[in-house]
């Protein structure tokens, strides 16, 4: 659908980009299942559009980070296999079993809360251990197993479906060194469960760099995030995957975000735009007022910085972004009309603004600058 005139602001989802997207890893993974990563309101894409674009994918793996993404997905009628990555409260346990949302466990609180929950309901709790690796976030220590193991084995309520784990330097090196170490330490915690009698039938640790770079990794299950919107994990990503002599994935971006033009007005020489009189023009100007801001998801940091597109055209960000508007040049780009499409992020013409780009300006990633898009904005798929 294409946006309604009514709409002062909205995300574009390219349905084609996406499906692409989730074909050019699959083609990469070939037998390997691929987990969908939508937490996060799916990187800012929109958690139930996205939901929808990769059960039309053939996708049945599912991961969100918390309790209330697995519900709504359960609640909008969607019945893959959804696993919680983040924490899981133990006062809704129960929530999670009955809803059958896998949960990822490196705690025996988190055990205990789930086996009294399944005990009540009468349906197993079904649990992926995640494994310290290396990263030092979530994780159980590979010395610490053993009093995991001891309860699991007393508790046949309680059904490890999974093994899990994260890489902390996979993305921002060309070095090997580390994600080996973990995937060592990974292996051997395998190795372990599997010889104390512990049937894992599902091994995951390869997110979307992993997944384009170590075949090594994937297991029978791969997390695949990031790449599925169509931005690569990071340079270092791409370098390493042309050193290894790999062909790229040719990844097409899925999210464009647009606005209109809510003003136009002309200022003299010499005026200041904006809080804090941090913009002078040089010469009588024209802006454009364009309702987006901070509370958007427009970083602050892009003040007199960023440029959006408008006819096609590069319009510069003048003053500071404040919360609910941002200020861009219009002098040299005849015709702006009241209303006029704005493109903050995608392609207008044969011009192009990507998030890597804005990423740099904000001394962020592309991560944080689709993920922060205000989720309130309405998503619609084209």
């Not at 995300?11 to 993974?29: S, T």
């Not at 370098?239 to 007005?265: D, F, H, M, T």
């Not at 200020?327 to 209303?339: A, F, N, R, Y």
């Amino acid at each position: 659908m294409r946006a309604e005139p009514t709409l002062v602001q909205w995300v574009e989802i390219n349905r084609q980009a996406f499906l692409h997207n989730v074909r050019e890893f699959q083609k990469r993974l070939g037998p390997t299942g691929l987990m969908a990563v939508i937490k996060a309101n799916a990187y800012g894409h929109g958690l139930l559009e996205i939901a929808r674009l990769s059960t039309e994918a053939g996708i049945d793996w599912f991961g969100v980070h918390s309790l209330e993404e697995g519900l709504a997905l359960r609640q909008a009628g969607f019945r893959q296999k959804i696993l919680i990555l983040g924490y899981l409260p133990l006062a809704q346990a129960g929530e999670a079993v009955g809803a059958d949302l896998r949960v990822t466990v490196y705690n025996l609180e988190t055990l205990r809360a789930l086996a009294a929950a399944s005990r009540k309901l009468h349906r197993p709790a079904l649990v992926h251990l995640k494994i310290e690796t290396g990263t030092n976030r979530q994780g159980i220590a590979i010395n610490k197993l053993g009093s995991f193991l001891s309860w699991l084995k007393k508790t046949p309520e309680v059904k490890v479906e999974g093994v899990s784990s994260h890489f902390a330097n996979i993305e921002d090196t060309t070095d090997d060194y580390y994600p080996r170490y973990q995937l060592d330490n990974f292996l051997q915690a395998v190795k372990f469960l599997q010889a104390s009698g512990l049937d894992v039938p599902v091994k995951h640790m390869s997110c979307s760099a992993a997944a384009i770079l170590f075949p090594e990794t994937y297991f029978n299950l791969v997390r695949v995030g990031i790449g599925l919107y169509g931005l690569w994990p990071s340079r270092e990503t791409l370098v390493s995957c042309r050193l290894r002599g790999q062909e790229p994935l040719k990844l097409k971006p899925v999210l464009s975000w647009r606005a209109r033009v809510a003003q136009i007005k002309a200022v003299p020489r010499g005026a200041y735009i904006g809080y804090g009189c941090t913009y002078r023009t040089t010469r009588p100007t024209r802006l454009a007022i364009i309702p987006v801001g901070y509370y958007d998801g427009y970083d602050r940091s892009l003040s007199n910085s960023a440029y959006v597109l408008i006819k096609g055209k590069r319009a510069q960000v003048r003053g500071r972004v404040c919360m609910d508007f941002i200020m861009v040049d219009i002098t040299d780009i005849p015709g702006v009309k009241l209303e006029d499409t704005v493109t903050l992020l995608g392609s207008q013409g044969k011009e192009k603004i990507q998030a890597d780009q804005l990423a740099s300006l904000a001394g962020s990633i592309s991560y944080e600058i689709v993920t922060r898009i205000n989720p309130l904005i309405p998503r619609l798929i084209v």
